[in-house]
């Protein structure tokens, strides 16, 4: 995708929807920490209905830790990898309670030092809480970013770093959002909604006229 088809493709996303926000539901940079841990192989929605009872338990990471991980996984058993995750999500509170006051570290490497926090957990933590122009690639961003053109690659880190140099300047701060929110409703993996679709004169989807017509 040409430099200024790129800055068209952000244009519209950003006329659609100027300032995007997660749909994670969260009072406190550690409930943020929290929902997205939780979020691997999940949707927002299920994780909202989880952490809604879990916060009201336990609303920050000193109450985390005294749950214990027994008592975070009642919270959030209908989740996939549960134990596992209320294992990690321990962990990292009891990291949280007792080195950094509850607080949640703005640089990438402590981040990437916590239980269950990779490097697109890292990634959503600083652009989200902290405002940093950075890319959190999971599978929606992905998904757009090849199926369009925008930014292809074979993994999630050449996705990250082509769409690092690719999106322009002045998009980078919210580009992260509106990419996973265009995955997530109109560039869908089974049916995009290419009728719907405000960059499908822009997109290198083969399929995408055919998809329009069929919407």
Known sequence: MAPTARAAFFERLAARNPEPQTELHYATPFQLLAAVLLSAQSTDRAVNRCT???FAAAPDAAAVHALGVEGIARHIRTLGLCNAKARHLWQTATILAREYGGGVPAEREL???LPGVGRK???????TLYGLPVMAVDTHIF???NRTGLAPGRTVRAVEDALMRRVPARYLQHAHHWLILHGRYVC???RPACADCPVLDLCRYPQRHSMAVAC
Request: glycine content about 0%; charged content about 30%.
């Open 121 to 127: 957990t890292a990634n959503v933590l600083l652009n």
């Open 143 to 145: 998904r757009v970013a």
């Open 111 to 113: 981040l990437e030092r």
């Open 188 to 190: 869908k993996a089974r």
């Open 52 to 54: 809604e009872t879990l």
